[in-house]
């Protein structure tokens, strides 16, 4: 079973940020959090991944709690091409189980 | 640059029939590979994952079966296909003692089963 928890969806509007949460309570403390988001008909893509300091890269930045309990996502201008379901995992080696993740719809 | 290749992208199969869906990297030596399943509406649903030739581990008890024959090549099968079968298959690879693991998907392959 995934060891994170999202919510199913949220919504957004076309040019403003968005915060995708994920509580991974469980966490160990060598796995790292992963963000991965899937357009329909397609694979899941890579979106960035951290372990203890925040990261920023071309498509979002991920900040991690100072427990690593939770995470987000943010997104900073969203656009409608960014509509997707976003999974958050934590892991390292061997196997990443994914969630259900989070639906996320941008209105224009 | 590294590239994953899957194949077919679609197929429409009997029940009772067999199935292979191959999948192979490029650019890169022993990556983790990764076979996933999504049906319609759901999830992703971890399949296998091999670390190595020879090297299999099943995440869930079923009808399918997963071989490395090769060190970049990684082929789903089943002798004898169910309704539920049907979905859309991802494989995925990561390079080899990362400890990230991040991954890289491959198209997928949505199998129909009638």
């Not at chain 1, 427990?67 to 656009?79: F, Q």
């Not at chain 1, 509509?83 to 209105?107: D, M, P, R, S, W």
């Not at chain 2, 022993?30 to 581990?57: C, D, E, K, M, T």
Request: net charge neutral.
């Amino acid at each position: 079973d995934a060891k994170t928890t999202q919510p199913n969806s949220m919504e957004s509007n076309e040019e403003e940020p968005v915060h995708l949460p994920c509580n991974h309570s469980t966490i160990s403390g060598t796995d790292y959090i992963h963000w991965y988001r899937q357009l329909p008909s397609q694979g899941p893509e890579y979106v960035i991944h951290g372990l203890t300091s925040n990261v920023n890269n071309r498509m979002a930045s991920l900040a991690i709690a100072e427990d690593r309990k939770s995470s987000t996502l943010i997104l900073h201008r969203a656009t409608l091409r960014d509509a997707a379901v976003y999974y958050c995992i934590e892991g390292n080696t061997g196997k990443l189980i994914f969630g259900q993740g989070t639906t996320l719809q941008v209105k224009p | 640059s590294q590239t994953i290749h899957q194949w077919p992208a679609t197929l429409v199969q009997p029940v009772g029939s067999p199935l292979s869906l191959e999948c192979t990297v490029e650019g890169t030596s022993n990556p983790n590979l990764y076979w996933y399943r999504q049906a319609a509406g759901r999830g992703l649903q971890l399949l296998f994952y091999s670390v190595g030739i020879g090297q299999i581990s099943s995440e869930v008890p079923q009808n399918l079966s997963a071989s490395r024959p090769q060190d970049r090549q990684f082929i789903l099968s089943s002798k004898k296909l169910l309704l539920s079968d049907s979905g859309f298959y991802l494989c995925a690879w990561s390079p080899p003692h990362s400890g990230a693991n991040v991954l890289t998907f491959g198209a997928g392959s949505r199998l129909t089963v009638l």
